[in-house]
């Protein structure tokens, strides 16, 4: 069960980021981002596969009777969880994925809006809301991040305040090779 809220607490920390509300006076949403891109954004644009999140404090996710934390939490949650992908189109459009590519999972769906990128900070619009996230982006621009603050409740009922870093590598993911079974 605290396997779950926590996923869902991740999940929703990393589809919503920092979001902006519309203005209530006039009930008007924030119109979309349009225009052209700029050369970051070109080169930005393409798939995004969430490939890691980690936790700033060793947490026990698992189902398994055992008391096992640990501060990498996408090791702990299953393929479904796990599979986040962003789409950055070049026409100014994005899609976020989840659970789109893992086979058999329960849980999937989209959410679409628009994107601008400019030095690290990507800004998103969906559904009259605006988020606008800081990355952490390696040299090769290949991957970013973002953290976010959270809250876990442990075994014991304490609740603790975590920061989780999630991150996402550009580009098609190749599937995982078939395991051979061994008799």
């Known amino acids: 069960m605290k396997k779950q809220k926590l996923a869902a607490v991740v999940l929703f920390a990393a589809l919503t980021g920092m979001f902006v509300s519309c203005n209530d006076d006039d009930n008007q949403c924030i119109p979309d981002y349009t225009g052209a891109l700029s050369a970051d954004e070109t080169a930005f644009a393409g798939e995004w596969h969430l490939t890691a999140i980690e936790s700033s404090e060793a947490i026990d996710l698992t ?99 975590i920061e989780v870093t999630h991150t996402y590598t550009k580009g098609p993911i190749a599937p995982a090779p078939p395991v051979e079974e061994t008799e």
Do not use: H
């Open 63 to 161: 189902d398994d009777d055992e008391d096992n934390p640990s501060t990498d939490i996408y090791a702990q949650q299953s393929e479904c969880e796990n599979d986040l992908q962003y789409d950055f189109n070049t026409d100014r459009t994005y899609t976020y994925s989840v659970g789109k590519n893992a086979e058999d999972c329960e849980t999937s769906g989209t959410i679409k809006g628009t994107w601008k990128f400019g030095g690290s900070t990507l800004g998103m619009i969906t559904s009259c809301l605006e988020s606008v996230v800081d990355l952490d982006i390696n040299a090769e621009r290949t991957t970013f991040s973002f953290t976010t603050t959270n809250y876990y409740t442990k075994e014991n009922g304490q609740r603790i305040e």
